[in-house]
């Protein structure tokens, strides 16, 4: 799906990330892609996003739109043109904009669900939840932190920034084809968050993850990130 250019401010992105065998995610992913594995781990998680001033590149900032957004991601690979390519596959896209979830998959690539989101913050701490229009739920509890956690697979903040910022170009499912997006941060820079609660329907669900496969590694918060969207070609299944 060919788009226009869209810019716009990421004005708070937080990343949940968990580990997964690679087989399990190898059943979910379809085929042009398969699990990235990182230290013999797939990579999968949540992205709450809140985006503001969302317009066409051409036109002025005023005229933007707002919106909360959640995307389910699966970090993934894919061989294009003799080479391995690296993005997120995104099962699900979830969004408070009426007009996304009406116009998704025709105007706006993917798929969008609609969903009421309730949203706290203060003094470094926050809270998103949502529920959708077919009862997918997200919540989580989370507060700005300076230390990175010493669990996770990553080792450092320096590591799974590398390997969040590689995988700009995400697909989402929309009828026969994967619709391909590549996220254009002018700057790029994640801050550590230790989450106090999660929950997550989608990872919870037993019939697609088993019981005790999802295991949390790490959160990330960016903010206040002026950006851009570019179409990248389609895939078809």
């Known amino acids: 799906m ?3 250019t869209i810019r716009g401010i990421i004005d708070r992105r937080i990343l949940i990330n968990y580990t997964v065998d690679p087989a ?35 036109v002025p900032g005023f005229l933007g739109i707002s919106s909360e957004n959640g995307a ?36 706006f ?49 320096e590591n799974v920034s590398d390997f969040f910022e590689k995988g700009s170009v995400g697909y989402s499912p929309n009828h026969n084809t994967f619709e391909g997006l590549k996220l254009n941060a002018f700057t790029w820079k994640v801050s550590p968050l230790e989450v106090l609660n999660v929950q997550s329907s989608f990872f919870e669900d037993e019939s697609i993850f088993p019981k005790g496969s999802v295991q949390f590694d790490n959160a990330l918060l960016m903010t206040k990130i002026e950006h851009e969207w570019h179409s990248v070609a389609d895939k078809y299944k």
Not at 72 to 92: C, F, L, M, N, S
Not at 99 to 107: E, T
Not at 126 to 150: G, P, R, W
Request: charged share 25%; hydrophobic share 35%.
């Open 72 to 107: 389910h991601r699966i970090a993934v690979e894919w061989d294009e043109q003799g080479e391995t390519k690296e993005g997120v596959y995104i099962p699900r896209r979830d969004t408070s904009l009426r007009l996304n979830a009406l116009v998704g998959g025709r105007i």
């Open 24 to 58: 399990i995610v190898a059943n979910i992913v379809p085929k042009p892609f398969r699990p990235k594995v990182y230290k013999g781990k797939a990579i999968v998680g949540i992205c709450l996003i809140r985006l503001h001033d969302i317009r066409p590149k051409w």
């Open 2 to 4: 060919k788009i226009p």
């Open 109 to 157: 690539p993917g798929k969008h669900y609609l969903a009421k989101f309730n949203v706290k913050e203060s003094d470094g701490n926050y809270h998103v939840d949502f529920m959708s229009s077919d009862q997918t739920s997200i919540s989580i509890d989370a507060k700005e932190t300076k230390l990175f956690n010493q669990h996770s697979i990553f080792n450092t903040l």
